[in-house]
């Protein structure tokens, strides 16, 4: 097997989404441009996507680390609106762009239609979530887009696989299609219900970070397979499984979580860039199969199939957003008001990924009988120029759109206050414990290690405080950034030092190591507390 093609992947991937931190524009936009790019230099591989790869050994992770940071009580707060996209938007836009593709495509049966409006229709919210923090969108929205994009492909599959069934000649009925969505969902979701507890439990037993992480890696694969084995929604299982752990993370031992952030971090960072690559390294394969449609043909049938998926989102998040304000007072009451610059965000960070390409790659070549799935490689082309348009149209104006609309910004200041008080309350509380285990003659504590534990406290409850001081006239710092700096400055003189007695073989390399951990976590400790 060679692994030079993977490995060319994985870091030309993570040096355009390095290289793009340093540019206004999303790394995902700039990674599908090099992935373009990329794919008609000659001796390239030849990339091809493969859905046996992508939707059980690459979704999963990435719907597990996205899920694992929302937060379960935001989205809870939200399902009302996270439900309409998710489920009620990924239907309508199924049966909304087949009925076109069905009307504009002569020949293209009406099933085959239905298949490819499945595959274009649920949104992948990563570039979209992505813009929205960095443009500083209010959280309700943020929720909102990053609920859809956890949810929606479980809604999308299971479209597709009704669509795919009538396509294919087994017959499929609206009956049965509601039954095989309701199988999914329902057991996605028991199948997450039941794994949960046990997998905490598990994390929190398991005493060696090592043990807990390599636990932490293998559950969302275990989440994704045992729903699938019960044909239920692995999607719905992963997601479930990592909202239920990310609530609880803070029972989990704090080296498990200080490691098992970095480990995920990373395992994020090169999934996703690899993706977004894939996308862009995906144009040769499509054209390489069109045929009949190559040409201005293939290109009208593309713009097409690109405004109705576009219009559909507008015609659908508007209503969805006002409508049942209108029809519920129990609605008005609970929910904060949306605003038509609100909708108008939603409706347009509708870009889709990778999660699409892979679905249209799973089509299979042939229906019952032997025949050719009826204009199969059209899907795939369609679904391309509709991933890609969407992509870089909408990613690119989306963060102007958000300025243009002026959403007000957060309140810092609020923000810090809060916190403030939040971290004095607790304070108190850790003091008030203190005090009551130093009272214990089995605590007993030399007084400058027992003053050491209050001056923690007390410096951790005036940080927040201090945040809000004045900027360094004369270095223009911020009180954090330059207790930041010291700290760093005075570690980094240990740690010279340290590597300097390892020379000189006072100290051997395992009592360095020692000693450079414990200023690691020093310094980080003092990076989070001023941060």
């Known amino acids: 097997m060679d692994v030079m093609p993977l490995l060319l992947l994985v870091a030309g991937s993570a040096a355009v989404a390095g290289a793009a931190r340093r540019t206004p524009l999303p790394a ?3 990674l599908v441009a090099a992935g373009l790019a990329v794919s008609y230099i000659p001796g390239v591989p030849d990339y091809r996507l493969d859905p046996e790869v992508v939707l059980p050994l690459v979704l999963p992770p990435l719907l597990y680390t996205s899920a694992s940071d929302s937060s379960y009580l935001d989205l809870r707060a939200q399902l009302r609106p996270v439900a309409l996209l998710s489920v009620g938007y990924v239907l309508f836009a199924t049966v909304v762009v087949g009925w076109a593709a069905y009307l504009v495509i002569p020949g293209m049966p009406l099933p085959a239609a239905l298949v490819l409006g499945a595959v274009v229709a649920p949104p992948d919210a990563v570039a979209a979530t992505a813009v929205a923090r960095r443009v500083g969108l209010p ?10 994009s956890l949810l929606n492909d479980a809604t999308a599959i299971t479209a597709y696989k009704v669509a795919l069934a009538a396509a294919i000649g087994e017959g499929a009925t609206w009956a049965g299609g509601i039954e095989e969505f309701l199988i999914a969902s329902v057991g996605g979701v028991g199948v997450g219900l039941l794994l949960m507890a046990p997998l905490h439990w598990l994390r929190t037993h398991l005493r060696e970070p090592l043990l807990q992480n390599t636990l932490s890696l293998l559950i969302p694969f275990v989440a994704y397979s045992v729903a699938e084995q019960v044909h239920a929604s692995g999607v719905l299982a992963v997601v479930v499984v990592a909202l239920y752990l990310g609530h609880r993370a803070w029972e989990v031992d704090f080296a498990t979580r200080l490691q098992e952030e970095a480990v995920w971090k990373m395992v ?17 394969v499509v054209l390489r199969g069109l045929g009949e449609y190559e040409g ?3 290109a009208w049938y593309a713009i097409a199939v690109f405004v109705v998926v576009v219009l559909a989102r507008f015609v659908w998040v508007y209503p969805a957003a006002f409508v049942p304000r209108l029809l519920s007072e129990r609605i008005r009451t609970r929910e904060e008001n949306p605003t038509w610059r609100g909708a108008m965000v939603t409706s347009w960070a509708g ?18 009988g032997g025949h050719p799935f009826p204009q199969r490689n059209l899907i795939l082309f369609l679904t391309f120029t509709t991933v890609i348009g969407t992509l870089v149209l909408q990613g690119v104006t989306l963060p102007p759109l958000i300025r ?10 609020a923000e810090t206050l ?16 203190l005090e009551e285990l130093l009272s214990d003659e089995r605590n007993a504590l030399p007084p400058p290690l027992a003053d050491r534990l209050r001056s923690v406290l007390e410096r951790r409850r005036n940080a927040v405080w201090e945040r809000l001081g004045q900027v360094n006239q004369v270095t223009g710092e911020s009180v954090d950034d330059t207790y ?11 740690r010279e030092v340290f590597v300097r007695l390892r020379d000189h073989r006072y100290i051997d390399d395992e009592m360095l190591r020692v000693l450079l951990r414990r200023l690691d976590l020093e310094e980080a400790a003092a990076y989070r507390e001023a941060a």
């Open 28 to 30: 995902p936009l700039l």
């Open 139 to 148: 959280s309700r929205i943020t929720t909102i887009l990053q609920g859809e």
């Open 268 to 284: 994020a960072f090169i999934l996703e860039s690899a993706v977004f690559a894939l996308i862009g390294l995906q144009l040769p």
């Open 296 to 298: 201005v043909t293939a």
């Open 351 to 368: 870009m889709r990924g990778v999660v699409s390409l892979a679905i249209a790659f799973s089509i299979p070549l042939t229906v019952h």
């Open 404 to 413: 243009l609309l002026k959403f007000p910004g957060r309140d810092r200041r």
């Open 418 to 433: 809060a916190e403030a008080n939040a971290q004095a309350q607790a304070s108190l509380a850790a003091e008030s414990r």
């Open 484 to 494: 930041r700096r010291l700290a760093r400055e005075m570690i980094s003189a240990e």
